[in-house]
Each structure stands twice: as C-alpha cells, then as structure tokens.
C-alpha cells in the first residue's frame, strides 16, 4: 500500500471523520453547516477538514468569506481503485472455484 492511500484509509479510520465524509458524500457543506450535524464544535471540525484534506479525501472552494467544502473525486477514485484490486481478486478466485471440476470422494 501507498503512503498516500495509508494516508486515506487512516484519515477514515476516526469516526468523526468518517461522519464529515458521510455528511459531504451528501453534498457540499460548510464547517458550520457541517459541525450543526455533529457532537462537535467548529474548530474540532475543522481540524479534522485539514486532516481529510491532506489525505486528499476532502477539497474546499472559497465562497465569499467562508469555505465550503466537498469530496474530492480524485481522491475518491484512488481509494476505490485499492479497493477495487481486493474485490478484482476475490472474483478472480472465486471464478477459478467454480471452473474447477468438483472431486468425487
């Protein structure tokens, strides 16, 4: 695994975290509209924004004098793509289960 992806799958790895990128899969938020949905003050929120933004899992745009933030489509795909080599293994062995002639006792 890639730093960048150990970057990712850590930065989903806190449950806080994992909430802002189920909030922001929904659509595109600010800090306050985020940290009204969560146990969380603005500044926590924050916080963990920067940490899912270095993991390239969040973007932010300037909206007048706040920022909204939303997922990162790039970032998106980089995880799905480790994913996805997991997933592509598993049908694989699986497919060869089934071409396999089934041994008779």
């Given at each position: 695994?890639?730093?960048?992806?150990?970057?990712?799958?850590?930065?989903?790895?806190?449950?806080?975290?994992?909430?802002?990128?189920?909030?922001?899969?929904?659509?595109?938020?600010?800090?306050?509209e985020?940290?009204a949905?969560?146990?969380?003050?603005?500044?926590?929120?924050?916080q963990?924004?920067?940490?899912?933004?270095?993991?390239?899992?969040?973007?932010?745009?300037?909206?007048?004098?706040?920022?909204?933030?939303a997922?990162?489509?790039?970032?998106?795909?980089?995880?799905?793509?480790?994913?996805?080599q997991?997933?592509?293994?598993?049908?694989?062995?699986?497919?060869?289960?089934?071409e396999?002639?089934?041994?008779?006792?």
């Amino acid at each position: 695994m890639t730093t960048y992806q150990g970057r990712m799958l850590d930065a989903l790895g806190d449950p806080t975290r994992r909430s802002i990128f189920e909030l922001l899969a929904v659509g595109p938020r600010s800090v306050a509209e985020i940290a009204a949905d969560l146990p969380v003050s603005r500044p926590a929120v924050s916080q963990h924004l920067k940490v899912l933004k270095e993991a390239r899992l969040v973007s932010s745009t300037p909206v007048g004098t706040r920022r909204v933030y939303a997922l990162d489509p790039q970032g998106l795909a980089a995880v799905r793509g480790y994913f996805d080599q997991f997933w592509n293994q598993a049908l694989a062995a699986f497919a060869q289960a089934v071409e396999q002639p089934e041994e008779k006792s």
